[in-house]
């Protein structure tokens, strides 16, 4: 191996450290605890090695976000490829989309909450985010009905499950009421 390899090798496990140390505090503490200061310290670098990786928390937090999309696409796609229903498929979408949001709050945040300054539904969308949307669209394009762009049916109904995710985790919605939710949501929208 190479002096440069190794350096390239090194780089990369440093910026998994980072994103991994910046995911956990976040996951425990919130992103309001995760600063350079604090993942300095957490990862026993200096600022500046810090900053060589990044520009700030923002360019972390959409770090953060990319491989959380990859994590929620990867996610969803294990749950409807086992189902051979389309219903049966869209509910487990729906199921997968939820527990995703409710095990993984601080990335959910990361990639729908917070400025990561990543550009959504556009030319310049990072993969990560347009494979998590084609996820979404591999399911919901066949239950769209006619006449309707399956496009902006995945954007509707993936609404409806950013909303019920949203509200449930800030207690506005009743937990006993989820499986309910998403029985209700796939029979109203999904035309199967």
Known sequence: ????????????????????????????????????RRLAERIEYSQPVLYSHFRGKREIIGAVALEGATEMAAAVRA??????????????????????AEHNPAVYDALFQLDGG??????????????????????????????????????????????IATLTRAGRLLPEDAAQRVELLVDRLALV
């Open 1 to 36: 191996m190479s002096v440069q390899e190794r350096k390239q090798r090194e780089r990369a496990e440093r910026e998994r450290l980072i994103l991994a140390t910046a995911r956990e505090l976040a996951e425990q503490r919130g992103w309001d605890a995760v600063t350079t």
């Open 79 to 100: 749950a409807t490829s086992a189902e051979d229903d389309p219903r049966a498929r869209v509910t487990a979408l729906a199921r997968a989309y939820l527990d995703f």
């Open 118 to 163: 990543l550009a959504y539904a556009q030319e310049d969308t990072p993969e990560p985010l347009k494979d998590a949307f084609a996820a979404l669209l591999e399911c919901l394009a066949e239950v769209a009905g006619d006449g309707v762009h399956p496009g902006l049916f995945t954007e509707v109904f993936w609404a409806s499950l950013h909303g």
